[in-house]
């Protein structure tokens, strides 16, 4: 490293004057910077539990001759720049030659540092600024600087700090951006009694990141590379389910110097356009390569901030590389395949004889007449309070038997129960809880035997999904095919439903859609197979409503369908789905016993 001079007063007036070391978080970023300038393949941060009494950076970087040493605490005393000119060619963090100077000024500092020039180390000490002795040492090439009791001699500035835990979370963002950002060098981080992390030398931007945030999808990290109009960007941007609530997990650095930059952070939400909800925040490594003349690095005390030249070409050249690594997240192919291409459950008409018009009202006589396998039933019943299954069973043939008889009225009452006379009584049902136990009888035959049957929908509907729904429907698409629904993605966030199960409106058929996307939430609760828990939230969304109107040929079929069900007594959550009331008990009732 050339020698160290204290800068000519022109030149200090060029540069931004102001504080900077306002915090524990502050100095790090000031030696980490400086250990980097050095050319360090090992930066080793420490900080006490109170970050003010403590801190101390470590390298193996290129080292000060005593000579050096004493200058660098001296303010304007750089190794950096030498003229004015010298600003627009910046390829160093540090060029202003203040900051050791500044933060001896409110400490107890130690500088030690030998350079591979010489055969001993010097030791600085100084207090408040002034240089309280100088001696040699033994050491290895490198420098350590030591700061204790920040801020003594200002108390104003030591009443400001926030909690410890504050600060060191704003420290520790220092030292991981830039980790991040020099994934070359060999970092280790501590704080006292909190954090001890060893980071090796990382291969390049990706290992280091994963060591950070993960994967973050099945084929790895999105790295990024882009180079137009002068402008290299090129990074490591977190998968969209990956993104946070809060903007600190975003990394930007310009020529290696991590800053805060507006431009560059909306340009980066812009890229990733609709594939995140308003309020969050991708994970990010942004890397700016761009010529020093264009940059500015000199707008802010503590070169927090850029300003470019031409912001616009660098929002522009971000926007765009950003947009084009996030396509690999929208699968616009994917399609659930021919679903209806089976016909395992033709609709058929219902055991009236009639036909059922589809528009609109329930078409519940289009039922199915799947018998379902036997093999489910010891699984069925035991969800199901019901009686002994040939009770069940002779009880299901008078019903039957009772019900077939051509005139037999069906009232709905309230639009929630059916009521029809049977032999010897009279039978209620629970509107809802039946056409559960239909459709769920179905759903479970589609799922473990084929595939259920489709009504092509002659507008595809398109609906919205959230990032979880649209994981939700990628894991469960065999499934849901099986049912009798088509969708493939459209867009980014929307699905394309171009067929629905036959056996239910197509309202019906979005809401449950909807509802056994969300159920993905319990899947494996309870200890149901996938089978039997997207059957359950797929009939008790589709089910007709309590509260909806009924006309007399639709009544009729849901009677039939759920006596011709395997367990007709309960819904899938073992509620009853119908009640006999006996003449006898309507005669008791009624005092004629
Ligand atoms: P600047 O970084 O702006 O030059 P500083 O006050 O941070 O100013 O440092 C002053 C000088 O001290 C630097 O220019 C550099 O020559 C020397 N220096 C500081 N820290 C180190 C280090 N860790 N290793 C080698 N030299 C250093
Ligand atoms: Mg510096």
């Not at 030591?146 to 600060?167: G, I, Q, Y």
């Amino acid at each position: 490293m050339s020698r160290i001079r204290v800068l000519d007063p022109s030149v200090v007036g060029a540069i931004r004057a102001g504080e900077v070391v306002d915090r524990p978080a502050a100095v790090v970023k000031e030696l980490v910077e400086n250990a980097l300038d050095a050319g360090s393949t090992l930066v080793a941060v420490h900080a006490a539990s109170h970050p003010e009494r403590s801190i101390r950076v470590q390298d193996d970087g290129a080292g000060m001759s005593r000579e050096d040493a004493l200058l660098a605490l001296r303010r304007h005393a750089t190794s950096k720049i030498e003229s004015a000119e010298d600003l627009s060619r910046i390829r160093t963090l540090g060029f202003r030659g203040e900051a050791l100077a500044s933060i001896a000024e409110v400490s107890r500092l130690s500088l030690s540092t030998r350079s591979s020039e010489d055969l001993t180390g010097t030791q600085v000490e100084a207090l408040g600024g002034a240089t309280i002795q100088v001696s040699g040492v033994g050491r290895a090439v490198g420098t350590t600087v030591l700061v204790e009791d920040l801020f003594f001699n200002t108390p104003a500035r030591l009443r400001f700090l926030k909690s410890r835990e504050a600060e060191i979370r704003v420290l520790s963002r220092v030292v991981w951006n830039y980790a991040l950002t020099y994934p070359r060098v060999h970092w280790k981080f501590s704080v006292e009694g909190r954090e001890d992390t060893d980071l090796p030398e990382a291969r390049d931007l990706v290992e280091r990141w994963e060591v950070f945030y993960g994967r973050g999808s099945e084929d790895g990290s999105a790295e990024f590379d882009h180079e137009a109009g002068g402008v290299h960007v090129s990074g490591v941007l977190g998968a969209p389910e990956q993104a946070r609530a809060s903007r600190d997990y975003q990394t930007f650095a310009v020529n290696g110097r991590v800053v805060a930059s507006a431009t560059l952070a909306a340009a980066l939400r812009q890229g990733y356009g609709n594939l995140l909800p308003r309020d969050r925040y991708p994970l990010a490594l942004v890397l700016i390569e761009i010529d020093p003349a264009h940059v500015d690095a000199n707008v802010h005390p503590t070169k927090r901030e850029v300003r470019f030249r031409d912001e616009a070409r660098v929002f522009q050249v971000l926007r765009r590389a950003v947009d084009a690594s996030m396509r690999r997240y929208v699968p616009t192919g994917i399609s659930f395949g021919d679903a209806g291409a089976g016909t395992v459950g033709e609709p058929v008409q219902g055991q009236g004889g009639y036909q059922v018009d589809r528009g609109g009202s329930y078409p519940v006589a289009t039922l199915t007449q799947n018998a379902v396998g036997t093999e489910t039933e010891g699984a069925l019943q035991l969800a199901l309070e019901a009686g002994p299954a040939e009770a069940g069973e002779r009880e299901r043939g008078d019903l039957a038997e009772s019900l077939g008889e051509p005139e037999i009225p069906i009232w709905q009452l309230h639009d929630r129960y059916l009521l029809a006379p049977i032999r010897g009584g009279m039978v209620i049902v629970d509107q809802h809880a039946a056409h559960e136990r239909i459709l769920y009888e179905d759903a479970r035959a589609h799922l473990y035997s084929g595939t259920g049957a489709s009504q092509v929908l002659l507008f595809p509907r398109v609906v919205d999904l959230s990032p979880a729904e649209l994981d939700a429907l990628l894991m469960m698409e065999p499934h849901l095919r099986r049912l009798g629904y088509e969708a493939s993605l459209f867009g980014e966030r929307q699905v394309a439903v171009r067929g629905v199960p036959a056996s239910i409106p197509e309202e019906a058929a979005i809401d449950s859609l909807k509802a056994v996307l969300a159920s993905v939430d319990t899947l494996g609760e309870g200890g149901d197979p996938p089978e039997e828990h997207i059957a359950k939230s797929f009939a008790c969304h589709a089910a007709v409503r309590s509260g909806q109107a009924l006309s007399p040929v639709e009544r009729r079929a849901l009677f039939d369908r759920l006596f011709a069900t395997s367990l007709p007594h309960g819904d899938p959550h073992g509620r009853p789905t119908y009640v006999r009331v006996s003449m006898e008990e309507l005669d008791r009732r009624f005092g004629r016993r």
